[in-house]
Structure formats: C-alpha cells, structure tokens
C-alpha cells in the first residue's frame, strides 16, 4: 500500500533542486522515509515494536532499490530529504533472484504481522481500478524539513508525465491530514475502507489528469 507521510505546502510553492534516484541514493531516501514515518499509524500497525526503526528502515532501502531497477521511478531533492517512489503504469518484471530477497527481508521485518499484513493490504487492493495508473508507493519528508513545499517538488515530475499522457494516480493513505494535503494536487477519494485485522482505516485516492475529462 502506499505510505505517505505528506505535511507540506500547498501546491504550487516553488522549488528547485529535484532529481531521479539512482540505486547510489536508496540509503540515503530511505534513511529520510523512515524518519517520515516514524510515528505514521499504518507503519506502526504493520512493524513489530522490537527494533522498530530498524525494520522500517531495512523495509524501505529493499523498496526503493526494486522500484529504481524495475517498477517505477523514484525522485528525491537533491540532499535527499523528500522522497517520492511511484511503480508505473507497466512495470517491469522483477528477476527471481531479486524478488526472492525483497521477500525474505520484508518477511523478516514484519515477523508474526505478515498474515495479517497480507490480508489487510488484499483487501486495500481490491478497491484499485482495473484500468492503468501511476502508483505513489510512498512518499515522505524529513521532518526538520516540513513546510517548505518539498513534497509537491518532489510529486510534480511524475504528476507531469500523468498528464502529458493522460493516465491517472493512485495513491491509499490513513492519515486525513494526508487526504487534505493530496487533494491539492488533482486527487480526490475514491473509496475508503476499515481493512481486516484492525488495520488502520484508509483512503484511496486517484488523480485524473489535468485538463482531461480521463
């Protein structure tokens, strides 16, 4: 599911200074998503309390290395301190090898979570559209570093290409803050749900491209 930790400025703020991660800067973005989402309600429901930092940290560097190989585009400011990971609309298979690793630590950093974790994120994806989307995994900003406009810096290349080609965004978060700060860009809820398991209650949204009846 998408975790996103958002807090920001409205659209539209200005900000120089972004660029496309390589797999060179998926220590660094993840170092920055786990301070995001230190205290974020569905990561706290999903991680064991022992070592939690640590597991949230392992569970986004093995993340952000498949999307930069495989599934999508990851974008960064330029000292790292917002990340925006999106999976795109057709993404690219993930080698066995690869695939079996990402398994084998998020397994290990979920521990005794990981059947119900399954359940409640089956049921999140459920409500997804059958049709194509640009997928914002997650996105997250250092916290000393809020309120200066850098997560819709760090949005915007991607919300670009969905409207030069006319697909839409999707996005799943519980934080109404989250909802309140997404919705300035385009997206609005789609469906909402409590997922199985007391799983925090969550929020699709999806974004039409703009200036497109799509």
Same mark, same amino acid.
């Given at each position: 599911?998408?975790?996103?930790?958002?807090?920001?400025?409205?659209?539209?703020?200005?900000?120089?200074?972004?660029?496309?991660?390589?797999?060179?800067?998926?220590?660094?973005?993840?170092?920055?998503?786990?301070?995001?989402? $230190?205290?974020? %309600?569905?990561? !706290?429901? #999903?991680?064991?309390? &022992?070592?939690?930092? @640590?597991?949230?940290?392992? +569970?986004?560097?093995?993340?952000?290395?498949?999307?930069?190989?495989?599934?999508?585009?990851?974008?960064?400011?330029?000292?790292?301190?917002?990340?925006?990971?999106?999976?795109?609309?057709?993404?690219?298979?993930?080698?066995?090898?690869?695939?079996?690793? $990402?398994?084998? %630590?998020?397994? !290990?950093? #979920?521990?005794?979570? &990981?059947?119900?974790? @399954?359940?409640?994120?089956? +049921?999140?994806?459920?409500?997804?559209?059958?049709?194509?989307?640009?997928?914002?995994?997650?996105?997250?900003?250092?916290?000393?570093?809020?309120?200066?406009?850098?997560?819709?810096?760090?949005?915007?290349?991607?919300?670009?290409?969905?409207?030069?080609?006319?697909?839409?965004?999707?996005?799943?978060?519980?934080?109404?803050?989250?909802?309140?700060?997404?919705?300035?860009?385009?997206?609005?809820?789609?469906?909402?749900?409590?997922?199985?398991?007391?799983?925090?209650?969550?929020?699709?949204?999806?974004?039409?491209?703009?200036?497109?009846?799509?």
């Amino acid at each position: 599911m998408s975790l996103s930790s958002a807090r920001e400025l409205p659209a539209g703020k200005p900000y120089a200074g972004t660029r496309r991660a390589t797999l060179a800067d998926t220590g660094t973005a993840a170092a920055t998503l786990a301070a995001a989402f $230190r205290d974020y %309600v569905w990561t !706290r429901w #999903v991680l064991p309390e &022992a070592n939690y930092e @640590q597991r949230l940290l392992e +569970a986004f560097k093995v993340d952000l290395e498949t999307t930069v190989k495989y599934l999508g585009e990851v974008w960064m400011t330029d000292e790292g301190s917002s990340v925006a990971a999106w999976i795109q609309p057709q993404p690219t298979s993930i080698p066995k090898h690869d695939s079996d690793r $990402r398994e084998a %630590v998020l397994r !290990r950093v #979920v521990g005794v979570n &990981a059947s119900s974790v @399954q359940a409640a994120e089956d +049921a999140i994806a459920a409500r997804r559209p059958g049709s194509k989307y640009w997928y914002l995994a997650t996105m997250g900003t250092a916290p000393e570093r809020r309120r200066l406009g850098l997560g819709g810096a760090v949005l915007s290349p991607v919300l670009a290409q969905c409207d030069e080609t006319g697909i839409p965004a999707l996005l799943e978060t519980s934080s109404e803050d989250n909802v309140r700060f997404y919705s300035q860009f385009g997206f609005e809820v789609t469906s909402e749900l409590a997922p199985p398991h007391q799983a925090p209650y969550t929020w699709l949204m999806t974004r039409p491209p703009q200036g497109s009846s799509v």
